[in-house]
């Protein structure tokens, strides 16, 4: 599965990662639900929900807080075509966090409670959680299996840090094979999965059903195709080159039809850039950084 990354697995993105890599399942970015505006969703978030996308199952995620608020969203959804609905629980982030939204509702295990039945009472199709391991007790997961399971969420995804470590040091996957041992709920595991060789024997250790993957699909988006064997595991350097090339090559008329004005088509181009580390490619990367006009970029893009 393609994770959700807001600000890049915009539906652009996701028409590339999907033409290229054909993930399984993509999710949006967080939608943010309005606590206060009955439409509940921003008019750029609205165009976001579907079913599918390109023929691939689309998960919309929410992040938000109070029942009334996400179960109307829900409904909202549901009205507007989306099947698979998931609840973010796991972002560590600013305003996120005071509002006690995302990752900062762990801290409230009886809010959960509550709100986790109201939301599959409203949700037709599949409803999923994606969390971490806990809010700074990683193994405070354990404790809130039970109630995922009681409110009868279809599967969850796993990101084994917990919130207030952010992105520090590494996700611990013995916690992904704990839990999967110990719920019945299919569980997907993510986090720092770095090429298709770690995600099979990631598959291998956990026991999980799925994985999910974002930075290194920002950095591959054929990742997820190598994971299939449909694309080589570990290409040669020309074959990385090739790769690379196209896949900025096919972003960049995606973007310039998403995204309005040189600077900003830039910006998002230059984002996605952050992801790339592979050492060979370096130079190049640094210079496509300092690019200043589209056809300058895109010329830079040739060297590859
Ligand atoms: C820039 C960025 C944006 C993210 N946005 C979201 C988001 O909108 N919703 C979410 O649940 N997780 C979000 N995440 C977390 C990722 O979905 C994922 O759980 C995390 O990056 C670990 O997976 P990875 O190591 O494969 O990247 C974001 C992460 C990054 C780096």
């Not at 959700?4 to 970015?29: C, H, K, W, Y």
């Not at 839990?179 to 720092?192: E, H, K, S, Y």
């Not at 589209?294 to 893009?301: G, N, Q, S």
Request: with cysteine; net charge positive.
């Amino acid at each position: 599965m393609l994770a959700p990354m807001q600000g890049l697995t915009n539906s652009a993105m996701r028409r590339l990662v999907i033409d290229r890599g054909r993930p399984e399942v993509v999710f949006t970015e967080f939608l943010r639900v309005s606590g206060v505006s009955r439409r509940r969703f921003g008019r750029r978030d609205m165009a976001d929900i579907a079913a599918e996308q390109d023929g691939v199952p689309l998960v919309v995620q929410l992040v938000g807080h109070g029942v009334e608020p996400l179960v109307d969203a829900a409904l909202i959804a549901r009205d507007n075509g989306a099947r698979h609905l998931n609840l973010n629980l796991g972002c560590p982030y600013g305003r996120m966090t005071t509002a006690a939204t995302g990752g900062a509702l762990l801290q409230y295990p009886e809010r959960l409670a509550e709100l986790l039945p109201a939301l599959r009472r409203a949700i037709a199709g599949g409803f999923s959680v994606k969390l971490r391991a806990g809010y700074e007790d990683p193994r405070q997961i354990f404790s809130l299996l039970p109630l995922l399971e009681d409110a009868g969420v279809d599967w969850l995804v796993l990101h084994p840090r917990t919130v207030v470590q952010k992105y520090a040091g590494e996700a611990d996957h013995r916690l992904t094979a704990e839990v999967v041992a110990r719920t019945r709920l299919p569980v997907i595991a993510n986090g720092d999965i770095r090429s298709a060789a770690e995600g099979r024997l990631m598959l291998e250790r956990t026991g999980a059903a799925g994985l999910m993957i974002g930075r290194a699909a920002m950095a591959d988006p054929l990742i997820f195709a190598r994971l299939r064997g449909d694309a080589p595991g570990i290409p040669d350097l020309e074959q990385q080159a090739r790769d690379l090339h196209g896949y900025l090559q096919g972003l960049l008329p995606l973007y310039r039809e998403r995204f309005c004005g040189e600077k900003q088509v830039l910006d998002k181009m230059k984002n996605v850039l952050l992801f790339i580390d592979q050492p060979a490619f370096a130079d190049t990367v640094r210079r496509l950084k300092k690019s200043r006009t589209i056809p300058a970029f895109a010329r830079l893009l040739e060297e590859l």
